[in-house]
């Protein structure tokens, strides 16, 4: 798939009916996944189901 990745992971979501999303995480702060933009930070925070991150 093409496109925003936050949203293509949403999108997927909802369109699986999935119940918890896992991924992955550089270890970046809140406040540093709000300023750059983590897709995880921003995954976390929208997802209508359970989301799981895992610090690499």
Known sequence: MQG???RVILDTADTCDIDTIVMGNRGLSNLGGIVI???SHKVSYSAK???ITVRQ
């Open 49 to 51: 189901c359970h989301v």
């Open 4 to 6: 925003d990745p936050v």
């Open 37 to 39: 933009g983590s897709v």
